[in-house]
């Protein structure tokens, strides 16, 4: 660098002549003073003191200065930072003549302001830096923040920033905080908006929830939702096409301007994996069409289920219950009868078991249990076995089922660690429930209308029919209300208490596994005039929902499930890796690791370790955050048993930035307005570039001591006080 130096005043008329004033008035009296001592060398040395202090007050009030500029040898920077991400594929940029037919890209649109040839005229003058913001694979997101904040730091004759973007951030902090900086150190950006800021008309499906995993004959729910930007409402056939070539369709009716979420069932025929495409017809009107197609992966497999079941009498419910499950093909069930009064347990048949499983590694082979009118006791549950079943759900992912019943036993579970499970809170006062002096039905809530339990009919009016038309019954537990955190799925036709109406079909999610609880005893009644259609199908379909996630992916003595099931990009994974050892002992120690392997061939490895310490059960949780869509290979391994399991997981990325989404042109307006820059079109790079070429050169670096104020002006200024004090000392004129 080079530059000038100089001392500087910043005088006003005021300070001018209070300054020359008090200078002639101290001149005058010191020379007074001199000469009444008949020009003394020592009188003159004390005097001319006293001049010299009254002239370096007069100085100090003018405000020196002094002033160093410094001029940069380097050439300026122009910064242009052009948006590479997913939106920049949005196809919403029409031709120079306006039409809206074949409109291009966003991205191609701007592809001449990411070219070093545009800037050529800028050469004899800048040095151009073109770069792109978020171009890490897969660029779904952008961060406009970053790229601004961190110019001046990278660059140190910055000049100007040109941003070239839609303006659709979704990742670091707000843009327009970062560009205050640049506001700050006189560096404008020029921004170049591209994209409509209107959606155009589409029809997208943002999302296809398609279970990881299916059981071959069992109708799996595939779930799709469509977001409409057409101004009209459409009825079309949403077709949900499979890699085995079966296509099934279903009528949607999507409203104006909405977002609609479906679903539609399909039966896989055998095992294998398999491929499902949701695919919309392109509408008149439609401008983009390629988002009207999702795809996910889904793993058919044989179903081998073991199921639990705990009871103390022989009840209608329990022996319709054990009929249902052990007709089922997928289904191993055990039951357990305690037999009150009675010397031996059993149920004289062949699935029939004498007593509670006993450790850990006996009960975690069952899936689901079923626990029925018992409670904690002498010949029932012990403490033990209701620590082990709250162990068995909140870490191995098994389900558990309250059925309570007349005799009221379960009321003695209040306070034990099931209690902790349980989604109602039991009333005490009335442990053998309420019976009504008819049949009385479940009626479904909200929640109940929507979920894959009470789905007893294909589509939403006929399953409502259906439950309408189901037998009720004449008796419900001891239920005040339910807790927080739960989901109340069907509750009393009438009955109803100052909490509301009785809940008998509840809900809830505890640890890794899932809790209902059945505050009836009569679902064999829906039985009556249709035999096993409802009741098989009620039951078959608890059994599976609960035991899904703990058979998510599963091998001899391994298992992996995950947290949420259709995970999004972005969204933090939580893997729980089941492990046993050979004799089927849940191992308690041991280091587990999963290798994750992105679609782009980028891997990493998590480290599981048991959740709180605790590694009884067998688990180790891990997390994971996806950095891109698609399938992540995952292959699961134990150092001390040798297992390995090989699994997937699909990650959507709708949850970032996609396609489609409007443009974002306010934010780069005011970012411009910040930082005194201007917007410019995507076609006009000649006025962007007249502009920046009339730029001024880079105002010089200016360093300011100001003498005024500096400690060793006061330190002078003292000094002189105390030599003028002392002189007058030494000549007796103190």
């Known amino acids: 660098m080079n530059g000038d130096v100089a001392l500087r005043f910043f005088t006003t008329p005021w300070t001018v002549g209070i300054s020359v004033a008090l200078v002639v008035a101290v001149a005058a009296v010191a020379f007074t003073t001199w000469r009444r001592s008949h020009f003394a060398l020592g009188a003159g040395v004390v005097e001319g003191l006293r001049v010299l202090i009254a002239v370096l007050v007069a100085v ?14 380097e050439r300026p920077t122009v910064l242009v930072l052009h948006d590479a991400s997913q939106s920049m594929d949005t196809r919403d940029v029409a031709s120079p003549s306006g039409v809206a037919v074949g409109l291009g890209s966003r991205r191609d649109a701007v592809v001449a302001l990411a070219d070093q040839a545009s800037w050529q005229p800028l050469a004899d003058r800048f040095d151009v830096v073109i770069e792109p913001v978020s171009m890490a694979p897969p660029a779904v997101s952008t961060d406009l923040a970053a790229p601004l904040s961190g110019a001046i730091d990278r660059f140190a004759a910055l000049r100007a920033v040109v941003l070239v973007s839609d303006g659709d951030w979704n990742a670091g902090g707000p843009p327009l905080e970062a560009a205050q900086a640049l506001r ?20 997208d499906v943002t999302s296809l929830d398609c279970p990881t995993m299916g059981v071959a004959g ?10 409409s930007s057409l101004p009209t409402e459409r009825v079309l056939a949403a077709t949900l096409a499979i890699s085995s070539g079966e296509k099934i369709s279903k009528e949607v009716r999507i409203p104006p301007m909405a977002t609609v979420s479906d679903w539609i069932y399909w039966t896989p025929p055998g095992e294998g994996d398999y491929t499902v495409t949701l695919s919309l017809p392109v509408e008149p009107g439609e401008i983009l069409a390629d988002n009207n197609t999702r795809t996910a992966p889904i793993a058919v497999r044989q179903e081998h289920l073991r199921v639990l079941v705990v009871e103390s009498v022989p009840r209608w419910e329990y022996r319709y219950l054990r009929n249902a499950l052990s007709r089922d093909p997928g289904i191993e069930v055990s039951c357990l009868l305690y037999h009150p009064g009675l010397s031996k347990r059993g149920g004289g048949f062949k699935d029939a078991i004498t007593s509670f499983p006993k450790g850990r590694d006996e009960l975690s082979q069952y899936d689901v249990v079923f626990l029925g009118d018992v409670g904690v006791g002498e010949g029932q549950l012990s403490d033990e076995d209701c620590r082990l079943l709250k162990g068995l759900v909140e870490y191995q992912a098994s389900g558990l089922v309250f059925m309570p019943g007349w005799r009221g036993e379960q009321a003695s579970l209040v306070g034990t660690p099931l209690d902790e499970l349980c989604p109602v809170v039991i009333d005490t006062a009335r442990p053998d429930g309420m019976a009504s002096d008819g049949p009385r039905r479940l009626v479904l809530t909200e929640a109940g209308r929507k979920s894959l339990l009470t789905k007893l009919a294909d589509s939403s009016q006929d399953n409502l029919a259906v439950w309408e038309s189901l037998p009720g019954g004449q008796w419900y537990g001891p239920v005040l209300r339910a807790k927080a955190g739960s989901e109340v799925l ?9 909490y509301g109406r009785i809940p008998l079909l509840v809900t809830r999610t505890f640890g890794a596994g899932k809790v209902l609880y059945m505050a009836t005893d009569g679902a064999w009644r829906w039985r009556k005039g249709v035999e096993d259609k409802y009741h098989y199908r009620f039951w078959g379909q608890v059994v599976r929902w609960m035991a899904y996630r703990r058979n998510m992916a599963k091998g001899e003595r ?8 259709q995970p999004l990009l972005g969204q933090t994974l939580t893997l729980d890796a089941r492990v046993a050892e050979a004799s089927g002992e849940p191992l308690s120690r041991g280091e587990v690791t999963a290798r994750i392997t992105a679609p782009s061939g980028a891997s990493d490895t998590v480290r599981c370790a048991p959740p709180g310490g605790d590694g009884e059960w067998g688990v180790f949780a891990g997390s994971f955050t996806p950095r891109e869509p698609g399938t992540h290979a995952v292959v699961l391994a134990c150092k001390e048993t040798g297992d390995t399991l090989d699994a997937s997981i699909f990650v959507q990325g709708s949850v970032e930035e996609g396609t489609g989404q409007p443009a974002r042109p306010e934010v780069l307006a005011e970012i411009s307005q910040l930082t ?10 000649a006025g962007l570039v007249e502009s920046l070429a009339s730029l001024p050169d880079p105002p010089p670096s200016i360093r300011r001591l100001q003498l005024w104020s500096h400690p060793l002006a006061a330190v002078m200024l003292v000094t002189l006080l105390g030599l003028f004090w002392i002189g007058r000392k030494r000549q007796g004129l103190v």
Do not use: C
């Open 490 to 498: 069907a509750v009393h036709e009438d009955a109803a208490n100052e």
């Open 184 to 203: 700050l150190a006189q560096v404008p950006v020029y921004t170049v908006a591209v994209g409509s800021s209107t959606r155009l008309p589409d029809l």
């Open 60 to 73: 100090m009030l003018n405000q020196p200065e002094w002033v160093e500029e410094h001029r940069p040898e």
């Open 676 to 685: 005194r820059g201007r917007t410019a079109r995507p076609d006009d790079v």
């Open 558 to 565: 391994i298992g992996l499930s995950f947290t949420p099931e």
């Open 218 to 227: 069992k109708p799996v729910r595939v779930p799709f939702t469509v977001r």
